[in-house]
Structure formats: C-alpha cells, structure tokens
C-alpha cells in the first residue's frame, strides 16, 4: 500500500520540475506531498542528474536541457516588482517613465528603482534619454516572451487578458498574483 502512495508523489516531483522551472515550496504545494518526501525524491533526481537545482535566495529546481539564462530569468521574475515592470512594459505601446510605472504599479519609487537597475544589468530593458527624465521600454519583446513561455506559461498564454486599467492605472490579471 505505501507503494501505492509514493510513486504517484515520486513521478509527480520530476513531472513537475521537467515542465517548468520551480522552488522549492512551490513544488511542495503543488505535489501535496510532505515536505521530507519531496526532498527524498529530488536528492534521488539530482544524485542522477535527472534534474538541477540552482541555491540563491531561492532553491530553485529545473531540467538539465534548460539554459542557465532561462533560470536567471525565473529567478529575476520571483520578484513581484521585476515581474510587475517587466510586464507593464511588455503591456505598453510605448515607453515609459519611473514616474508612470510607479504610478501604474502602485510599489515605491525605490522599489520601482531597484526593479529598473537590475533589468538594465541584465540587459532586458533600455533606457532612452530625455531632459530631464528618461523612459524604459523591453530591448527585445520577441526573446521575452519566449522566456515567458518556458518560465511562466500561464501568463506568457493568457497575456492578451493582460490590461493597464485606467482611470485609476494598475495591473488587471488574475494569472499575475
């Protein structure tokens, strides 16, 4: 009987981990099953290099055939406020301002800050030059939502729901909680 309940867990780890890249306590959630089981699995995974795990601030966990970039990226969208800019600006016709984005987001305007300087780091966005302010706008939207799609395939499908709601602006979308 106990084999009965540990295969479907067991496969259900590396099903999970193979679609997508994870954390840890996502893949818990999602498994239902305890944590000290899902770490059994994933230390049998990993011995056999049947998955990878990347420790940072998070533990994240994702297939072998995955570009590092591609779990840079999740790791960088585990942010809400990276994750917000970087889809208001994929959202926008044109670009825009530290100002609007504070504005459309509704975080801080350090927040907003720091979520800018590490998506101009990692040369995912750009920034134009105006006196006296500068706008930011996706340096390539193409090569964005092809990482959407591998990372987050959720919102990368149902990103035509995606809207900047107005009068007052903010993110409506259920798949972005």
Request: hydrophobic share 35%; glycine share 2%.
């Amino acid at each position: 009987m106990s084999k009965q309940i540990q295969t479907p867990c067991r496969e259900l780890v590396l099903e999970k981990i193979l679609q997508k890249p994870t954390t840890f306590m996502k893949l818990v959630s999602e498994c239902q099953c305890a944590t000290e089981t899902v770490e059994k699995y994933l230390s049998i995974y990993i011995e056999k290099n049947s998955i990878k795990q990347k420790k940072g601030k998070f533990r994240i966990l994702y297939s072998p055939e995955l570009d590092e970039k591609i779990v840079d990226f999740y790791e960088l969208m585990l942010n809400p406020t990276t994750k917000a800019i970087l889809l208001v600006l994929l959202k926008s016709k044109s670009a825009l301002s530290q100002i609007e984005l504070v504005a459309i987001i509704e975080k801080s305007n350090p927040s907003i800050s720091r979520g800018l300087k590490l998506l101009l780091e990692r040369k995912i966005i750009k920034r134009n030059y105006h006196a006296p302010f500068s706008t930011y706008q996706i340096s390539n939207k193409t090569k964005l939502f092809e990482m959407l799609e591998k990372t987050y395939p959720n919102i990368a499908t149902n990103f035509e729901q995606f809207d900047l709601c107005y009068p007052k602006p903010k993110i409506c979308l259920d798949v972005y909680q």
